[in-house]
């Protein structure tokens, strides 16, 4: 298996507090093995699966998708570059998405954000007729274009 690496070693080394990593191990995301007095100890490996779970949480899936995603992983050996590949290839629209949903809260802050300016020809808070809770929960024209 090679040499197990201790909690502090992973958490210097992928940027992630050592909280954080046990919290991931509790998800089931990563696994360690005990020392002789209860130290966590990990493989190499679990670095590529840090990196990936940090990854996947900045283009926005949550600790349960990411969990999903990584057990499609092979079980017994260390994943390559293919089976990384074969789990993020299909993260490109939600990429996407995430980067429309950015440039419009980009294009939103330089006009009024419920400030009370009474630009009510411009703001995009502007509702009449509270036509954008047909479109769902939330704030609609920052996350989705409001349906007519």
Request: charged share 30%; aromatic share 6%; with cysteine.
């Amino acid at each position: 298996m090679g040499k197990l690496l201790p909690i502090s070693e992973i958490s210097r080394r992928s940027g992630v507090a050592s909280s954080a990593l046990r919290f991931y191990e509790e998800k089931g995301l990563i696994r360690s093995e005990r020392s002789g007095i209860g130290h966590r100890r990990y493989p190499r490996a679990v670095l590529r699966r840090v990196a990936f779970i940090v990854f996947a949480q900045k283009i926005g899936l949550s600790l349960e998708e990411i969990g999903t995603e990584l057990s499609k992983l092979p079980g017994h050996h260390v994943p390559e570059r293919s089976d990384w590949a074969k789990l993020s290839g299909t993260w490109t629209k939600r990429i996407n998405d995430r980067i429309a949903e950015l440039e419009r809260l980009k294009a939103g802050l330089t006009q009024c954000i419920g400030c009370g300016c009474l630009s009510l020809d411009r703001c995009q808070l502007a509702n009449p007729g509270d036509r954008a809770a047909r479109s769902g929960p939330g704030p609609r024209y920052w996350i989705a274009k409001p349906k007519p």
